[in-house]
């Protein structure tokens, strides 16, 4: 390490070990005059403690006299961060200035605040006290300061900030703001754990560029309880967010560009947790937001994801009792690659209370929405355009909502508009049920499918009606001629109706015959016998057809 490295700081400027009796009295004389016209120093807004600040670049502003705030600045950051700070970086193996300003903190936390520019790191930065926040300059352009960035190419298994402690159980109070992580080695980019879990911390304004590596994160969080990370950029990297388990927490503002593994990959416990106001292009490399593990009281709303594999995936984790309690709303998928919304779970588990309410899922290859083995479920105001564009011979079921269960219980499909307006149909199904065990499919609005606007399960024993696409009654009047002893009806039902469920009714006398009856019932048509030719008056009949 270079001399300057060798004292771990470049806080403090060297002094003569000889100081004269001229220069004692000059260095009271000027704190004298500072006491006197303490009145025009610059205080922090908002600040009631009177402490004296200075101001780095601009926006940037550290107290003086205080160990509660340190400041570093970059080889290349201006001259006046350098002239107030109290460490300055040379551009190389620069996280030991860093490093060594959060380690003079006390062990009741503080901040180190950057400046502006690069600094380069050769390795990680560790932080284990609590309370701690590492901030650097947000850089937008225009008029604001430039923004503040660590350079490096570390690789895994290291990363380039950690937040852990082994000695301890918790740590808690850790802000990390304002700065771009530029990694080109293939090194995960932010990490919380694993040994402590992290509470009431904070992650905003942070940016992260990454190396095209699959198994990339740009924030591995073994744990993130009752904290916030937002307004974060990630781009070109495998995971933007692989969680470990999260409990009481808020993602937001997250905007994300070629991910190869998805936007969000969890497992462990996942409870009490929102994730909202995603946009993200993944040019069909991952998925979108993926929920394993146990999932309790989670809300997946108000994101954009376009062109993922599949958009919001959920369940699909063995023998840990499904998805209890998952809102997916508002939410626009366009063009996944596989379905727009996916719920699984194994036979042995099942999900439930989940609502999927009101998402826009547009020209989907499979499904734009499929779920298994779900109790509970409400899909209700959802608009799908175009799915099922994947015609491939295993994709056999090409509809707009897929549901796979075989005894889901309150189940309701209701008020959504599924459409195939291709000059081509794709979508085979508007709604493919194949649960048994009832359910209540209503006022849907379906229009295009290539075989049927809804395929039911034999032996559904739900309620269906009032389906645009699907027709579930129909009324009309028929005539049995003279010459004849019937007549075929077409009753335009979606599927055939049982003969119990036909209702027919003279409208005037039968003529010359005495009874009537009905047979043939069939996908398209039924039957109205009478016994003899009713004669040149014919036999009248009004008609009544439900499934």
């Given at each position: ?260 593994d998805g936007i969000f990959d969890t497992q462990g416990t996942l409870e009490e947790l929102v994730i909202t106001g995603v946009v993200a292009d993944l040019n069909h490399h991952g998925q979108g937001i993926r929920i394993r593990g146990i999932t309790r009281n989670v809300l997946v709303k108000d994101n954009a994801i376009y062109r993922p594999n599949s958009g919001i995936i959920a369940g699909q984790v063995r023998n840990e009792g499904g998805v209890d309690n998952l809102t997916i709303t508002n939410n626009l998928i366009a063009f996944p690659k596989d379905a727009g919304i996916r719920l699984e779970a194994m036979p042995e588990d099942k999900n439930k209370y989940i609502q999927i309410i009101g998402n826009k899922i547009i020209s989907g290859s499979k499904e734009g929405i499929i779920v298994d083995n779900s109790d509970n479920l409400q899909i209700i105001d959802n608009q799908i355009i175009n799915p099922g564009q994947d015609s ?156």
């Amino acid at each position: 390490m270079v001399g300057s490295k060798q004292t771990m700081s470049k806080r403090f400027l060297s002094h003569n070990s000889t100081i004269v009796l001229s220069a004692l009295i000059a260095i009271f004389g000027i704190a004298f005059l500072v006491w006197v016209f303490s009145s025009n120093t610059l205080i922090n807004a908002g600040d009631n403690t009177g402490a004296a600040s200075v101001i780095i670049s601009g926006s940037l502003q550290a107290k003086t006299g205080r160990a509660a705030t340190l400041v570093v600045a970059a080889s290349n950051g201006a001259q006046s961060s350098k002239d107030q700070a109290d460490f300055i970086a040379d551009g190389r193996d620069d996280q030991v200035e860093i490093q060594a300003a959060i380690d003079a903190l006390s062990s009741s936390g503080g901040t180190v605040q950057l400046s502006e520019g690069t600094f380069n790191l050769s390795s990680g930065i560790v932080i284990s006290s609590d309370g701690l926040t590492l901030k650097g300059q947000a850089g937008q352009g225009g008029s604001k300061a430039p923004g503040t960035y660590f350079e490096t190419s570390i690789d895994r298994p290291n990363s380039v900030i950690t937040v852990n402690d082994i000695e301890r159980v918790v740590q808690a109070g850790i802000s990390l703001e304002d700065f771009w992580i530029r990694n080109w080695g293939n090194g995960d980019g932010i990490v919380f754990g694993p040994d402590s879990s992290i509470f009431d911390s904070r992650i905003e304004g942070v940016n992260f560029l990454g190396n095209a590596y699959h198994l990339q994160s740009a924030f591995l969080l073994y744990s993130f309880h009752s904290s916030v990370a937002t307004d974060i950029s990630i781009t070109n990297t495998g995971i933007g967010f692989s969680l470990g388990g999260s409990k009481r927490s808020v993602f937001s503002n997250i905007m994300a560009n070629d991910l190869f593994d998805g936007i969000f990959d969890t497992q462990g416990t996942l409870e009490e947790l929102v994730i909202t106001g995603v946009v993200a292009d993944l040019n069909h490399h991952g998925q979108g937001i993926r929920i394993r593990g146990i999932t309790r009281n989670v809300l997946v709303k108000d994101n954009a994801i376009y062109r993922p594999n599949s958009g919001i995936i959920a369940g699909q984790v063995r023998n840990e009792g499904g998805v209890d309690n998952l809102t997916i709303t508002n939410n626009l998928i366009a063009f996944p690659k596989d379905a727009g919304i996916r719920l699984e779970a194994m036979p042995e588990d099942k999900n439930k209370y989940i609502q999927i309410i009101g998402n826009k899922i547009i020209s989907g290859s499979k499904e734009g929405i499929i779920v298994d083995n779900s109790d509970n479920l409400q899909i209700i105001d959802n608009q799908i355009i175009n799915p099922g564009q994947d015609s491939g011979a295993g994709n056999t079921r090409r509809s707009g909502i897929s549901i796979d269960n075989t005894n889901g219980r309150n189940i309701t499909i209701t008020n959504n508009q599924i459409i195939d307006d291709q000059n081509s149909a794709t979508m085979q199904y508007g709604i493919y049920y194949s649960n048994t065990s009832g359910g209540y499919i209503s006022e849907n609005y379906i229009k295009g499918s290539s075989l049927s606007g809804i395929s039911l399960a034999d032996g559904f024993t739900g309620v269906i009606r009032n389906n645009y696409g699907f027709a579930t009654e129909n009324l009309g009047t028929a005539t049995v001629n003279s010459d004849s002893t019937y007549v075929d009806v077409a009753h335009g039902l979606a599927m055939t109706p049982s003969l119990s469920s036909i209702q027919v009714t003279p409208i005037s006398n039968l003529g010359n015959a005495s009874k009537f009856w009905i047979s043939n019932v069939g996908a398209s048509t039924f039957r109205i016998n009478v016994n003899v030719d009713p004669g040149s008056s014919g036999a009248n009949f009004s008609w009544l057809a439900k499934i």
